[in-house]
């Protein structure tokens, strides 16, 4: 049937994962022919076709050619498989239960389809962090974080089932693993990346890994920062680390994602990652993929696009996203991301140059992107149903950039909610206007970051407000407010292409949204709409308590258009956001007053005198 009615050459010439949709007559039917090149491909026709048959397009005079942007297209779980539990993550315990493996459960089954459905083709299956900060011993309790176990033999071979459910499906496993598992699973003496003993132990393991697993797709390393350990720890560097792996890995097909968050030998972490990783451009080997958050800090509401993209030609660099809601209000508060990383997507590393936008970057081989996920055993997956945007928009961006944020709301709404016209308009909105909120309330809204706590037995981890807790973030003093990351200061702008750096140096061409990233500026400095820092930053915050009061006021509209569950859940979340959102505003508000001495205009802030 296909042969008759598609060129062979049409779907040989398909990129891995692409296929085709064309309307065709079959024994006096009318039928859609769903074709492609390789199996993966298969599995996304079909969910190209039911995704369009839940929105209620027509599926007549079909002729659909679909290729992914991004070759690898990948979801990072920070499961730490011994606990059960999800760092960063707010929807109950792991999907995964290691200890039961390879025992399989039909969530496991449940969730590849998830993942296929928006195109993902790789799966990193445990935590980045595999062992407790500095614990160099491989004596720990089963119930810590021992991630670095996974490489064991009897817990390999437990990943062959939750490996062959992925299979199915297109995906391909990963592992997260400890630089140090020549010492605490080999038993040898050191991990110097440049030991011969050390280079042997990892191809005999790799080598193992590919015999249970034929299609794993690689390591995911976090080396040298927040306590794990790495090449530093052996008077090596980060490509010596990289590439030992990437040489056990290389005759198998696989790869070695190399995280470049590292941060703590310079008192701003935002200048190090580029001084760590700029120099080594073009001596990682061709399997290694570079793996950068889209900020130069951590996840924040909104930060400056990381200078290492467009700088490193010849290394393939990889997207790292933050799907779950660490800093933008957890399970708790609507924050759609999808916005936010349309502008990464969007950025133009080099405007006056030779430069590409940052979505252009990983459309070769073995570029890419990295979402960290976060769902969990929570019936919804993600603890917030509106959540589930960002894991369906992760998908979606990945697999193709270029799309609008608009059309991939309408496409998630349309899926989750049905068709009512009131209901999909209203949804919209809201998902379309929580994150300008939450940066509102939660930063100021002029570039601001770090403004919560660290974490304590009474306050949420990245959660509450606490912005006296990271003076080197906010530079709040007497005189003002914001951290001099220009010529003046500590030269991070510089890290940029000219033009960049001469937009950002200059505090009259610094865009608005990251003026106090780049600048220290007096609380009186006065913007260009007539409104001083200060008050810029009242106004900010009490826009994003409004703006959270109008999110629950509109959905309270739809009780009786949205089943009566989901209303429910979603509708105490709001309750609470509101009230965050306040508490949020006040804090912060506190925090500017106590410095500045400047009370509001408006009278709004609590305890100014």
């Known amino acids: 049937v296909v042969a008759d009615r598609v060129p062979r050459e049409t779907v040989d010439s398909l990129a891995d994962g692409g296929y085709l949709l064309r309307s065709a007559e079959w024994e006096g039917w009318d039928v859609v022919v769903v074709t492609a090149p390789t199996d993966r491909g298969l599995v996304y026709g079909t969910f190209?076709?039911?995704?369009?048959?839940?929105?209620?397009?027509?599926?007549?005079?079909?002729?659909?050619?679909?290729?992914?942007?991004?070759?690898?297209?990948?979801?990072?779980?920070?499961?730490?498989?011994?606990?059960?539990?999800?760092?960063?993550?707010?929807?109950?315990?792991?999907?995964?239960?290691?200890e039961a493996l390879p025992d399989l459960r039909e969530r496991y089954v449940d969730y590849a389809r998830l993942l296929a459905s928006v195109g993902i083709n790789g799966i990193v299956v445990n935590n980045v962090n595999t062992q407790i900060p500095g614990r160099d011993s491989a004596n720990g309790a089963m119930d810590e974080l021992a991630g670095w176990r996974l490489?064991?033999?009897?817990?390999?071979?437990?990943?062959?089932?939750?490996?062959?459910?992925?299979?199915?499906?297109?995906?391909?496993?990963?592992?997260?693993?400890?630089?140090?598992?020549?010492?605490?699973?080999?038993?040898?003496e050191t991990s110097d990346p440049n030991d011969e003993r050390v280079e042997a132990w990892w191809a005999e393991k790799v080598d193992e890994v590919y015999d249970l697993i034929p299609d794993f797709g690689g390591f995911l390393v976090k080396a040298d920062s927040e306590g794990q350990p790495g090449p530093y720890d052996y008077d090596a560097d980060h490509v010596d680390g990289a590439n030992v792996l990437a040489r056990a890995l290389e005759p198998h097909g696989g790869r070695v994602w190399w995280r470049a968050f590292v941060y703590g030998s310079h008192r701003d972490r935002a200048v190090q990652q580029f001084d760590t990783f700029e120099e080594l451009d073009g001596e990682f080997r061709d399997n290694?993929?570079?793996?950068?958050?889209?900020?130069?800090?951590?996840?924040?509401?909104?930060?400056?696009?990381?200078?290492?993209?467009?700088?490193?030609?010849?290394?393939?660099?990889?997207?790292?996203?933050?799907?779950?809601?660490?800093?933008?209000g957890q399970h708790v508060h609507a924050c759609y991301h999808?916005?936010?990383?349309?502008?990464?997507?969007?950025?133009?590393?080099?405007?006056?140059?030779?430069?590409?936008?940052?979505?252009?970057?990983?459309?070769?081989?073995?570029?890419?992107?990295?979402?960290?996920?976060?769902?969990?055993?929570?019936?919804?997956?993600?603890?917030?149903?509106?959540?589930?945007?960002?894991?369906?928009?992760?998908?979606?961006?990945?697999?193709?950039?270029?799309?609008?944020?608009?059309?991939?709301?309408?496409?998630?709404?349309?899926q989750t909610f049905g068709h009512d016209p009131t209901v999909v308009e209203t949804v919209t909105g809201i998902v379309?206007?929580?994150?300008?909120?939450?940066?509102?309330?939660?930063?100021?809204?002029?570039?601001?970051?770090?403004?919560?706590?660290?974490?304590?037995?009474?306050?949420?981890?990245?959660?509450?407000?606490?912005?006296?807790?990271?003076?080197?973030?906010?530079?709040?003093?007497?005189?003002?407010?914001?951290?001099?990351?220009?010529?003046?200061?500590?030269?991070?702008?510089?890290?940029?292409?000219?033009?960049?750096?001469?937009?950002?140096?200059?505090?009259?061409?610094?865009?608005?949204?990251?003026?106090?990233?780049?600048?220290?500026?007096?609380?009186?400095?006065?913007?260009?709409?007539?409104?001083?820092?200060?008050?810029?930053?009242?106004?900010?915050?009490?826009?994003?308590?409004?703006?959270?009061?109008?999110?629950?006021?509109?959905?309270?509209?739809?009780?009786?258009?949205v089943d009566e569950e989901r209303h429910r859940h979603v509708a105490e979340r709001f309750d609470e956001q509101a009230l965050q959102a306040r508490r949020w505003a006040d804090a912060l508000s506190e925090f500017f007053y106590a410095h500045s001495g400047v009370p509001d205009a408006e009278g709004r802030v609590p305890n100014d005198g």
């Open 288 to 328: 290694v993929t570079v793996q950068v958050k889209n900020g130069p800090i951590d996840f924040q509401p909104r930060e400056p696009v990381s200078p290492m993209f467009g700088q490193m030609p010849d290394t393939d660099l990889g997207l790292e996203l933050q799907i779950t809601g660490e800093y933008t």
């Open 48 to 98: 190209h076709l039911l995704r369009r048959m839940a929105l209620g397009q027509p599926v007549a005079d079909l002729d659909v050619v679909e290729e992914p942007t991004n070759p690898e297209r990948i979801v990072d779980h920070w499961d730490d498989p011994f606990r059960r539990s999800v760092e960063r993550g707010y929807a109950g315990q792991s999907i995964f239960d290691f």
């Open 151 to 188: 490489l064991e033999s009897r817990y390999l071979e437990k990943l062959t089932g939750l490996a062959s459910v992925f299979r199915r499906y297109g995906i391909r496993t990963y592992l997260s693993v400890n630089f140090g598992a020549p010492e605490k699973v080999g038993g040898l």
């Open 338 to 414: 999808v916005p936010m990383w349309k502008e990464v997507l969007e950025f133009d590393t080099d405007p006056e140059g030779h430069g590409k936008r940052v979505k252009e970057l990983f459309t070769e081989e073995g570029a890419g992107m990295a979402g960290v996920g976060g769902p969990g055993e929570d019936p919804n997956w993600t603890g917030h149903y509106l959540a589930q945007a960002n894991l369906y928009g992760y998908g979606r961006l990945a697999w193709d950039p270029d799309l609008e944020t608009a059309e991939i709301t309408e496409e998630w709404v349309g």
């Open 432 to 561: 379309h206007d929580s994150w300008p909120a939450v940066v509102d309330y939660t930063t100021g809204g002029l570039g601001l970051m770090h403004m919560m706590y660290n974490g304590s037995a009474r306050l949420e981890n990245h959660y509450d407000p606490n912005p006296e807790e990271w003076p080197g973030y906010t530079g709040a003093s007497a005189d003002g407010i914001g951290k001099d990351r220009n010529s003046a200061g500590n030269g991070y702008a510089q890290q940029y292409p000219e033009a960049l750096a001469e937009r950002y140096d200059d505090p009259e061409t610094c865009p608005r949204e990251l003026l106090l990233f780049f600048h220290h500026l007096p609380w009186e400095y006065e913007l260009d709409d007539g409104r001083t820092v200060v008050q810029t930053l009242y106004d900010n915050c009490y826009a994003g308590v409004e703006a959270a009061e109008g999110l629950r006021e509109r959905w309270a509209t739809l009780e009786g258009r």
